[in-house]
């Protein structure tokens, strides 16, 4: 793959994510589809939708996509609360793991655009999460040339 589509892109997370040992289940969607009854098994690493993405058409050059991401990594803290900052450090660890094996890809697949910005919460999901939302722009190539999209039939 030298190109990654979205679908592409998200199987790429998810294999980094469930690749740290600390990391028990990956999920994508819309924050409000976090689970608010403890459900889900923590550590849970949610990449947040809608995906938002530019194109560039440089004068010069192959166009590209330029991703701003969001990555939630959290956890369950103990009822009560004893352990939630041990939690956020330790999911602060995995955002800053999952950000470097990105930034191991080829950069003809993907390129870590910059500096990545993450912000902890401590009662996220009506006090039950903790963790950090982690802010990634990703630039990848275009999936698609002038020939792929003449030939393009869904």
């Not at 199987?11 to 600390?22: F, G, N, R, V």
């Not at 996220?124 to 990848?140: A, Y």
């Amino acid at each position: 793959m030298s190109a990654p589509s979205i679908l592409n892109l998200v199987s790429m997370i998810e294999t980094i994510a469930l690749s740290h040992p600390a990391v028990k289940e990956f999920a994508t969607g819309e924050q409000s589809l976090v689970s608010l009854d403890g459900a889900s098994k923590a550590i849970h690493v949610w990449l947040e939708q809608p995906f938002r993405r530019r194109t560039t058409n440089p004068r010069v050059g192959n166009m590209t996509r330029q991703y701003d991401l969001s990555i939630m990594v959290m956890d369950i803290p103990e009822k009560d609360r004893s352990d939630e900052l041990q939690l956020i450090s330790n999911c602060d660890l995995i955002a800053d793991w999952i950000a470097l094996r990105l930034k191991e890809n080829p950069p003809t697949t993907l390129v870590v655009s910059g500096d990545w910005n993450v912000m902890s919460f401590a009662e996220f999901g009506g006090d039950l999460w903790c963790g950090v939302r982690m802010e990634v722009q990703i630039t990848t190539p275009l999936p698609l040339g002038a020939c792929d999209v003449r030939n393009y039939n869904p």
